[in-house]
T-cell receptor, first 114, second 114 residues
Framework: DTAVSQTPKYLVTQMGNDKSIKCEQN?????MYWYKQDSKKFLKIMFS???????INETVPNRFSPKSPDKAHLNLHINSLELGDSAVYFC?????????????FGSGTRLTVV | AQSVTQLDSHVSVSEGTPVLLRCNYS??????LFWYVQHPNKGLQLLLK??????LVKGINGFEAEFKKSETSFHLTKPSAHMSDAAEYFC????????????FGQGTTLQVKP
């Protein structure tokens, strides 16, 4: 019944590794997002997909690559992990892209790079 | 460009007393504004949203916010704090265009003392 689900919830990995985070929504929304929350709890958008098409690509290192196989899924792959990548990553979805529509957020993936 | 400033990084109230969390925004057009709450180690939950309808917006759990264009403010209030209100609160403005991008404030930590 979870509207936006992310896996895994926790991820601890060594520097240099490659890892993926998966996100799925069962709300029928067209738009999905990845946000990063840093250690000071600041949230910033990374990517957004609307019906499988990339519409937002903020200034994010190209080690981060999102993939949307269909509009219900948005995965995030990270290559060559660095210590600074440690953060909480939130997936979210909204009915349509555009202001005025709140998001539904997943519960987050806490990534720790050691 | 759109931005939000949360005027207090930390607010402490006693249980049963009123809550006021302050937010100012900057937007070159009529914005959509939101308040989200994040409980410890949890995802983000939408409390309420303003989308150019009534300026006084009622949300969940007894929270409300008033949009004041002349003051560019969107403060969050609750008449009587409950222990379960202790959390991080984010004021959010929608970005320009039809991307659905949300711009988050820095967050306000609400502490509720017994």
């Amino acid at each position: 019944d979870t509207a936006v689900s992310q896996t895994p919830k926790y991820l601890v990995t060594q520097m240099g590794n490659d890892k993926s985070i998966k996100c799925e929504q069962n709300l029928g929304h067209d738009t999905m997002y990845w946000y990063k929350q840093d250690s000071k709890k600041f949230l910033k958008i990374m990517f957004s997909y609307n019906n499988k098409e990339l519409i937002i690509n903020e200034t994010v290192p190209n080690r981060f690559s999102p993939k949307s196989p269909d509009k219900a899924h948005l995965n995030l792959h990270i290559n060559s992990l660095e210590l600074g990548d440690s953060a909480v990553y939130f997936c979210a979805s909204s009915a349509i892209a555009g202001g005025g529509h709140g998001y539904t957020f997943g519960s987050g993936t806490r990534l720790t790079v050691v | 460009a759109q931005s939000v400033t949360q005027l207090d990084s930390h607010v402490s109230v006693s249980e049963g007393t009123p809550v006021l969390l302050r937010c100012n925004y900057s937007s070159s057009y009529s914005p959509s504004l939101f308040w989200y709450v994040q409980h410890p180690n949890k995802g983000l939950q939408l409390l309420l949203k303003y989308t150019s309808a009534a300026t006084l917006v009622k949300g969940i759990n007894g929270f409300e916010a008033e949009f004041k264009k002349s003051e560019t403010s969107f403060h969050l209030t609750k008449p009587s704090a409950h222990m379960s209100d202790a959390a991080e609160y984010f004021c959010v403005v929608s970005g320009s265009g039809n991307t659905g991008k949300l711009i988050f404030g820095q967050g306000t930590t609400l502490q509720v003392k017994p």
